[in-house]
C-alpha cells in the first residue's frame, strides 16, 4: 500500500534551520509529484510547494520563496523539505503529501506529519 | 493572501443529508478545479473528492459535490457518526500560483 512516512518531531530555537523528510514506498517514487504543507494548530493546512520527484523542478508558495528548499533522492525514494530562519510563526505540523496522476494538485496520499516547534 | 471561505460549523442527525458550502473567486474556484479533504481529530488531511465531483477509490457515494462558478459544495447523506469530522475545500489559485485551503467546517452528528 501507499506509504509515506515523516522523519519525527523536532524543536528549534528561531532562527535555525530545519530538514524534514519523507520516505515514500508502495509505488514507484517518480511517477507522482511531492507536496509539502503545513498546519498551524487550530487553523487550515497551507501549501508551501511541491517537488518533481522524476525531474527534480520544485515550486514554491510566494509565502516561502527564499526560505524553503525543496529536494529529493530517488535511489531511496525519499523527498526532503528543508526551512531556514525559523520563526515562532513556523510552529506548525509538517505534512508530505502525493499529487494524484489525474489532478496535480489533488493530494491522495499523506504522511503522518512532523510536529515542529519554534521556541527559544 | 486569497482564501476560500467556509461556514466555520455544520451539524445534522443521523441518516440526515448536510451540505457544506466553499466561496472563492475567479482565480481560484472560478478558474481551476476543487477538491475535498476530510481531517479527523489528530490526522492527516483525506482526500475525499478530486476535480469537483470525482471520489477516489474507497470514498463511499454518501459523498457528493458540484460546483458552480465561483463556488463549490460538499453533500454528505445519510450521516454517521464517524463523519464528524473537519472538512476542508481547496483550488490551485492562479494570481497567487498556489493552492489555497478553505477555513474549514467542523461537522458535528448530533
Known amino acids: 500500500q501507499v506509504q509515506l512516512v515523516q522523519s519525527g518531531a523536532e524543536v528549534w530555537k528561531p532562527g535555525a534551520s530545519m530538514n524534514i523528510s519523507c520516505k515514500a514506498s508502495?509505488?514507484?517514487?517518480?511517477?507522482?509529484?511531492i507536496h509539502w504543507l503545513r498546519q498551524a494548530p487550530g487553523q487550515r493546512p497551507e501549501w508551501m510547494g511541491w517537488?518533481?520527484?522524476?525531474?527534480?523542478?520544485?515550486k514554491y508558495s510566494q509565502k516561502f520563496q527564499g526560505r524553503v528548499t525543496l529536494s529529493r533522492d530517488t535511489s531511496a525514494s525519499t523527498a526532503y523539505m528543508h526551512l531556514s530562519s525559523l520563526r515562532s510563526e513556523d510552529t506548525a505540523v509538517y505534512y508530505c503529501?502525493?499529487?494524484?496522476?489525474?489532478?496535480?494538485?489533488?493530494?491522495?496520499?499523506w504522511g503522518q506529519g512532523t510536529m515542529v516547534t519554534v521556541s527559544s | 493572501q486569497s482564501v476560500l471561505t467556509q461556514p466555520p460549523s455544520a451539524s445534522g442527525t443521523p441518516g440526515q443529508r448536510v451540505t457544506i458550502s466553499c466561496s472563492g473567486s475567479?482565480?481560484?474556484?472560478?478558474?481551476?478545479?476543487v477538491n475535498w479533504y476530510q481531517q479527523l481529530p489528530g490526522t492527516a488531511p483525506k482526500l475525499l473528492i478530486y476535480?469537483?465531483?470525482q471520489r477516489p477509490s474507497g470514498v463511499p457515494d454518501r459523498f457528493s459535490a458540484s460546483k458552480s462558478g465561483t463556488s463549490a459544495s460538499l453533500a454528505i447523506s445519510g450521516l454517521q457518526s464517524e463523519d464528524e469530522a473537519d472538512y476542508y475545500c481547496?483550488?490551485?489559485?492562479?494570481?497567487?500560483?498556489?493552492?489555497?485551503f478553505g477555513g474549514g467546517t467542523k461537522l458535528t452528528v448530533l
Open positions: 503529501a502525493r499529487g494524484t496522476a489525474y489532478s496535480l494538485f489533488a493530494f491522495d496520499a
Open positions: 508502495g509505488y514507484t517514487f517518480t511517477r507522482y509529484t
Open positions: 517537488v518533481n520527484t522524476g525531474k527534480g523542478e520544485t
Open positions: 475567479s482565480s481560484d474556484i472560478g478558474s481551476n478545479t
Open positions: 476535480s469537483d465531483n
Open positions: 481547496a483550488a490551485w489559485d492562479d494570481s497567487l500560483n498556489g493552492v489555497v
